[in-house]
Structure formats: structure tokens, C-alpha cells
């Protein structure tokens, strides 16, 4: 019996990171692939059940999946900068789907107490992603007032970060940081992207 429960737990540990291994930060997208409001709901409903400093929940959410509304979205955006010569997504690649996660000041005005809730809800949208074969993109180079302009936010709920969702249609390798400890992620000749992940040792204290 405690065999089994062992090689159970092997397993659900497998499966975690199976998920966090294919959870990239996609910046191309099958864009015959449209994502639904449902979709979307389904990944607001598993962010909304996530821990929450002194359980304030403040985090509100918009979401894009009508093509024009996530077009205006798409225009707010800026990605990868890291490759400051390149335009992503590529033509005809863009994402299906948004959700803008804001805040709502009518709630709590404290802007950075809630910035861990941010990364956490985020990261839990994305995982729920994966689970269904998408994926997505965390954005925060945009401008909070022109996002509450173009979508017509009311002053009290405050844009903080933008999850771009779709089906992913490019290539990612995760690769060793180089000898001299440069961490930008490149892309070469064919398109294909490479992201420099330090090892388990770098990162351990002990």
C-alpha cells in the first residue's frame, strides 16, 4: 500500500512539472484556434480560488475574446524586449484571447501589497492553459491609463498585468545559461526560441 501511494505521488509530482515545463512564454499563436469567453471564465474561476493577501481579494478581470476586443488589446501591447529588432508576435501569429487582471481600489488602493497575488493568479491561469493544450503570455509593457481608455475601465479598477492565451504554434528550448551569464532569451536563423534557465545548483543557498 505504501508502494502504491509512493508511485501515486510520483506521478502527480510528474505531472506538475510537465505543466510547468510546456507553461512558456508563448509570442506565437495559431490564430485559426479562437479561445471562448467560457475558456477564459474557466481560467478566471481557478484564478479567483488562489490565496490572497489577508484574503482582500482585489483582483478584478477583463476579458478579450470577440476578435475586435482582443485586437485593441494586441494594440496596448508591447512584447519581448529583449529582442528589440524583432516584432512579436509575426503577422498572423497573434494570441485569441486576454485577460487583463486589475485591480479594484474601490477594494484596497495599495497598489504593490497585491503585486504576489498578481504573479500567482497569473501563473495559475497559465498552468490551467497548459492543461488544455494553449498557452500564453505575461505582459506588462503597456500603459495602464491607455488600457483603461481604450476599454473603457472606470477609474477605480486599475490594469496590472495583460495574459495574452491561445494555441501556441512556435518552438522553445530550454538551454543552459552561458559560461558568461548572459540570461537573454535569442531566437535563431528558423525562428526557434531559446530561454537560458539556471541549474537547481545556482539556485540553492545550501
Not at 488562489?50 to 476586443?69: G, I, R, T
Not at 528550448?173 to 534557465?197: C, S, W
Request: hydrophobic fraction near 35%; include cysteine.
Amino acid at each position: 500500500m505504501g508502494d502504491r501511494k509512493k508511485l501515486r505521488q510520483e506521478a502527480d509530482e510528474k505531472m506538475l512539472k510537465d505543466l510547468v515545463l510546456k507553461n512558456r512564454s508563448y509570442r506565437g499563436f495559431d490564430e485559426s484556434v479562437r479561445i471562448s469567453r467560457e475558456t477564459l471564465e474557466v481560467f478566471v474561476d481557478c484564478a479567483r480560488l488562489c490565496p490572497s493577501s489577508v484574503n482582500k481579494q482585489p483582483l478584478k478581470y477583463f476579458l478579450a475574446w470577440e476578435p475586435e476586443e482582443v485586437e485593441k488589446v494586441q494594440g496596448l501591447t508591447k512584447w519581448a524586449r529583449a529582442l528589440p529588432d524583432m516584432v512579436l508576435p509575426h503577422p498572423g501569429k497573434r494570441p485569441t484571447g486576454f485577460v487583463v487582471i486589475c485591480q479594484d481600489k474601490g477594494i484596497d488602493e495599495n497598489l504593490s501589497r497585491y503585486q504576489k497575488d498578481v504573479g500567482i493568479v497569473a501563473q495559475t491561469m497559465l498552468l490551467a492553459a497548459v492543461e488544455q493544450g494553449l498557452g500564453g503570455c505575461m505582459i506588462g509593457n503597456f500603459q495602464a491609463g491607455e488600457v483603461m481608455e481604450v476599454l473603457g475601465l472606470p477609474e477605480e479598477i486599475r490594469p496590472l498585468l495583460i495574459v495574452a492565451f491561445g494555441k501556441p504554434a512556435e518552438e522553445i528550448h530550454l538551454v543552459d545559461v552561458p559560461e558568461d551569464g548572459n540570461t537573454n532569451y535569442y531566437r535563431d536563423e528558423n525562428d526557434v526560441h531559446y530561454v537560458p534557465k539556471r541549474t537547481l545548483a545556482d539556485e540553492l543557498l545550501n
